[in-house]
T-cell receptor, first 112, second 117 residues
Framework: SQQGEEDPQALSIQEGENATMNCSYK?????LQWYRQNSGRGLVHLIL?????REKHSGRLRVTLDTSKKSSSLLITASRAADTASYFC????????????FGAGTRLAVHP | GAGVSQSPRYKVAKRGQDVALRCDPI?????LFWYQQALGQGPEFLTY????????KSGLPSDRFFAERPEGSVSTLKIQRTQQEDSAVYLC???????????????FGDGTRLSIL
């Protein structure tokens, strides 16, 4: 079974707009990671945020983590058509073997 | 450097046949993971190796699924007596360092798409 849920399931925007995806999870975590998957390809790591961090930036990406609400958000600013992909959050539990527990993902379509 | 390589990229098998899926992790990576991804879903954990030791196989759906990594590098996921519900994409991932804190990314291959007829 999967850890949590992502919202929305699908998102369609125009180039230049911002895209926000949300992720909720159920149990305590060590860290939360966001991955991107292009159709027919493997997952590419985007950003990792530790449980004691609240916000992290990487280029056009901004991730927030609220452990009290067990939720995270991924913001992509100034989106491009090349950002079209599925985005997954994944959690890592304390004391485990670093296995990733994924949500169902958000499918983002950015139109030129 | 080369990334994680998986073969074959596509595999079609008849129900009841055995299949073997191969993963070549990034050289020197200690940790290796297998995930199963159903259509339209996120990946689900199957099993984990630290070098040649299989430390977690809690995600394997049945005893028809078997994984090995005998020399601590290449890994093979074998599915015996395949069923239609085994149809999925099987993803392999590796990471550099073993440990329980998990503060490192995993590097994924492009997966093997398995179709059982």
């Amino acid at each position: 079974s999967q850890q949590g849920e992502e919202d929305p399931q699908a998102l369609s925007i125009q180039e230049g707009e911002n895209a926000t995806m949300n992720c909720s999870y159920k149990t305590s975590i060590n860290n939360l990671q966001w991955y991107r998957q292009n159709s027919g390809r493997g997952l590419v790591h985007l950003i990792l945020i530790r449980s004691n961090e609240r916000e992290k930036h990487s280029g056009r990406l901004r991730v927030t983590l609220d452990t009290s609400k067990k939720s995270s958000s991924l913001l992509i600013t100034a989106s491009r058509a090349a950002d079209t992909a599925s985005y997954f959050c994944a959690t890592v539990f304390s004391g485990g073997y670093n296995k990733l527990i994924f949500g169902a993902g958000t499918r983002l379509a950015v139109h030129p | 450097g080369a990334g994680v390589s998986q073969s074959p990229r596509y595999k079609v098998a008849k129900r009841g046949q055995d299949v073997a899926l191969r993963c070549d992790p990034i050289s020197g990576h200690v940790s290796l993971f297998w995930y199963q991804q159903a259509l339209g879903q996120g990946p689900e954990f199957l099993t984990y190796f630290q070098n040649e030791a299989q430390l977690d196989k809690s995600g394997l759906p049945s005893d028809r699924f078997f994984a090995e990594r005998p020399e601590g590098s290449v890994s093979t996921l074998k599915i015996q007596r395949t069923q239609q519900e085994d149809s999925a994409v099987y993803l392999c991932a590796s990471s550099l360092i073993a440990g329980t804190r998990g503060n490192q990314p995993q590097h994924f291959g492009d997966g093997t798409r398995l179709s059982i007829l």
